[in-house]
């Protein structure tokens, strides 16, 4: 294992008003999509995505002040539904939603 990364986050706490600072094209796309029929199931997603990218972040030991562009990273699920970082394979992502808040687990093998 080369690295480990956990991030939460508080759903409430943020604002669709930045997915465009968080969201990838494809993300925000599927953002959009869930924010027409059920604004709460957007949010989750959102704060997600947010923790999900901050949670690689550490675990590859860079911040966001060091020139790395949330949007720059892509999430998708596989054929199985489980969560994936487009283009980093060696990366292990789980993700997970409840009572208002996000929270993601990066593994860099």
Excluded: Q, W
């Excluded at 923790?51 to 690689?56: F, I, Q």
């Amino acid at each position: 294992m080369k690295g480990i990364g956990i991030d939460i986050v508080n759903v409430s706490r943020i604002s669709d008003k930045v997915a465009n600072k968080i969201l990838s094209r494809k993300e925000m796309v599927e953002f959009n999509s869930y924010l027409k029929t059920d604004r709460e199931r957007a949010m989750e997603f959102l704060g997600g995505r947010l923790a999900s990218k901050e949670a690689y972040l550490k675990a590859i030991g860079v911040s966001t002040f060091e020139g790395v562009s949330l949007p720059d990273i892509s999430i998708y699920k596989d054929e199985n539904g489980v969560p994936k970082f487009k283009g980093i394979p060696n990366a292990l992502l789980t993700v997970s939603h409840d009572a208002g808040v996000a929270v993601a687990v990066v593994v860099i093998l």
